[in-house]
């Protein structure tokens, strides 16, 4: 039972010789920005970039070498290689910021987690001033994360065995679009890619600039949320640029197994769809909802439609885990009038489909539980040997266990008691309660939606908890509780 909870040195092996092709993997996207610098002509930042992907490279070409894969990966190692290898590959993208002088390294770092998870909290007191090429870098490290590093990696690799599969698992998707996994992920990127070109080209259209369109098209493709402006897209006051947001945002936080079943001509699954049925039932109600609220208290004057607007938008990002904002604090709190923001809450805590770019519980899990509760329900009118049959539909036909739903409720109840846990650690150092718990929904759902909380002159200690809220919040929970009971089985054992 020991050996079971804890790593052996074949193991730690393998996943060191792992974690050095992820590291050589970010040293060459280290040097896409680069690229930027050199058009826009900021040379200051030529140091920075080839000076982190030079130090990625070393460590990465160093753990390959040294490092043999001696064993073939078991699940139990898979994720504790997905748990790590974000915190490693987080520290090393916090470099640029730091080197150029912009960040101290603890922003930088948050700056880097919350790139790399889709999160969207920024450290940049003032985001109009960003250069072109950290505004590049940051849409760019969005973008890689909306896929994930280990995501790519698998892409890369040159097994097609087990290893795959169990990496393919521990990032948290079940879902094939394929039987094989290699198969699955390629056309997974090509989908992404696909997307990435028409988001663009639908900023570029709506009136944006070729550079923002990119920008923005990571951010929002990603659901990560990341903005070129204080004052996010509000900044160009566009309803067109809105609504190309929302489309590229619904995109970004759909079930790619969904777009492949769409993109080969059977356009009805998707309104089939469980995750559907329940993301657009969400949407509507509370954008009817809260556009009733802003029109009655005349938040953006009596024009109704103006009030839709508003609501709509932050309603889509909410859910979707992106993090694009039109309304701000203290509008959003003090305008809002409480039921407001309390459903952006629970939108960002259920957060975007399975297998997508997005966060949060999900689409999915809480289709099962309202099934669930459904099922339960109907069992106690029914007689006591009847048969009930547990089915959903997402993508097809699936069979609910009671297993699957023991995980499901096990997953929900473990995020409430994380998500807890963290409101009371940043409640220490700020009492206004409704704006913690709106704060860390946003950071432990990767949106980025900000109360205001969040800024460079944070506390250390709250910076630290969003930080980790980002990473268990990406890594959807399982494989950071495993490497901490490892952790701890270890102390305890040398004891």
């Known amino acids: 039972m020991q050996r079971v909870h804890r790593l052996s040195r074949r193991e730690v092996k393998t996943i060191l010789h792992f974690t050095g092709d992820a590291c050589l993997l970010l040293a060459v996207a280290l040097l896409v920005p680069i690229i930027v610098a050199f058009i826009y002509n900021e040379p200051q930042y030529y140091f920075p970039f080839i000076s982190s992907a030079l130090i990625s490279g070393i460590i990465g070409l160093l753990f390959v070498k040294i490092f043999k894969v001696e064993i073939e990966f078991t699940l139990k190692c898979a994720m504790i290689f997905s748990t790590i290898i974000w915190l490693i590959t987080c520290a090393l993208a916090a470099l640029p910021y730091f080197l150029s002088g912009d960040l101290f390294y603890l922003n930088a770092y948050f700056e880097a987690m919350s790139g790399f998870t889709t999160t969207g909290f920024s450290m940049y007191p003032n985001l109009d001033t960003v250069s072109y090429t950290i505004n590049f870098y940051r849409g760019f490290t969005q973008w890689i994360g909306g896929l994930g590093i280990i995501f790519l990696l698998l892409v890369l690799l040159r097994s097609t065995g087990a290893d795959v599969l169990r990496l393919y698992l521990a990032e948290g998707r079940e879902e094939r679009l394929r039987p094989s996994i290699k198969h699955s992920t390629k056309i997974i990127v090509y989908i992404y890619l696909f997307f990435t070109a028409i988001a663009i080209t639908l900023f570029y259209i709506a009136g944006m600039s070729l550079f923002d369109s990119v920008f923005h098209a990571f951010s929002a493709l990603s659901t ?45 699954e998707y309104f089939r769809d469980i995750e559907t049925k329940v993301a657009y039932s969400l949407i509507i109600l509370s954008t009817l909802l809260v556009t009733l609220v802003l029109f009655n208290n005349q938040v953006y004057g009596n024009d109704i439609l103006l009030n839709f607007r508003y609501a709509l938008f932050q309603m889509v990002s909410a ?35 399975s297998l997508s770019t997005g966060g949060g519980i999900k689409w999915f899990r809480l289709g099962v539980l309202l099934k669930g509760i459904s099922w339960q329900v109907r069992s106690f009118i029914l007689p006591g040997k009847a048969v009930m049959a547990k089915k959903i539909h997402h993508v097809t036909d699936l069979k609910i266990t009671d297993e699957i739903l023991r995980i499901t409720s096990a997953f929900v109840f473990t995020y409430f008691v994380i998500y ?8 220490i150092y700020y009492p206004d309660i409704s704006r913690v718990i709106f704060e860390v ?23 630290i908890v969003f930080i980790i809220d980002f990473w268990i919040g990406r890594l959807e929970i399982w494989p950071v509780l495993l490497l901490l009971t490892i952790i701890i089985n270890n102390v305890i054992g040398r004891r």
């Open 420 to 427: 807890i846990v963290s409101v009371i650690i940043v409640l």
């Open 441 to 463: 929904a946003s950071a432990l759902s990767n949106v980025g939606l900000s109360s205001g909380i969040m800024t460079p002159s944070a506390p250390d200690l709250v910076k």
């Open 319 to 353: 859910i979707t885990t992106t993090g694009l904002q039109t309304a701000f604090y203290p509008d959003l709190l003090a305008k809002w009038i409480g039921i407001g923001t309390f459903l952006i809450t629970i939108l960002m805590i259920i957060g975007a489909g």
């Open 224 to 268: 990560g949320g990341f903005g070129m402006h204080n004052t996010s897209l509000l900044y160009y006051n566009s309803v067109w640029i809105e609504i190309a947001a929302m489309i590229v945002m619904m995109i970004g936080a759909t079930n790619f197994a969904l777009h492949y079943t769409v993109l080969k001509g059977n356009w009805k």
